[in-house]
Each structure stands twice: as structure tokens, then as C-alpha cells.
């Protein structure tokens, strides 16, 4: 079960542009084949997206499909520098209710 945490750093006078774009964007990820977390968080200058995936198929289908080619688009522009994402697997550690993100 794949976990990516993407790091987006929006451009101060786009912030809020950046946060549109995620807000018309993730309800259709959350109907997507395999989403079972697409989280967007905040910071004071960053946005970090949290999102659990039921395998490595199901995501790898969602970064083909429409809602990145949509999100890219939305983005171009408004940030400072190109996104930091990590895919990682999970490493179960102490209580199994809090040792793993579990959406």
C-alpha cells in the first residue's frame, strides 16, 4: 500500500490560486479506483499532500490519468519550484492503529 507525501510550494501571491486548484481537483481523485486518502495540508509557506493508495497499480493509473494532467496544469506558474514527492511503503512500528497511515 503505497504512501506519497508531495511537498507544493506556492508562490505567496498564488497561495490561495494553488488551494482552488486542490480544492476542485480532489473530490474527483477521492472517486478514484484505489484512493483510500488524498489529504491536503498546510503550513505557512507550503502545502503538503498526504495520499494512501491501495497498490502500486492503482496509483501508478492515477498519475496517468486526467486529475494530474488537470492539477499540473493548474499549477504551472504558481509555485516556487517543481513539487517534492516521495512514494514510500510503510514500516510498522508499535501500536498497529498508530504505527501506520491508514486512510
Known sequence: MPTVVATIWPKAEH????????????????????????????????????????????????????????LNAGLNGRTERQADVVIMSPVPLGDPGKGVVVG
Not at 28 to 53: I, S
Request: a negative charge; hydrophobic letters at 45%; glycine letters at 6%.
Open 15 to 70: 497561495r490561495q490560486a494553488v488551494v482552488d486548484v486542490f480544492r476542485a481537483v480532489v473530490p474527483k481523485v477521492h472517486e478514484e479506483d484505489g484512493c483510500e486518502l488524498y489529504a491536503l495540508h498546510e503550513a505557512d509557506d507550503r502545502l503538503v499532500l498526504v495520499e494512501q493508495w491501495t497498490s502500486g497499480d492503482a496509483l501508478q493509473a492515477h498519475l496517468d490519468g486526467p486529475t494530474i494532467v488537470e
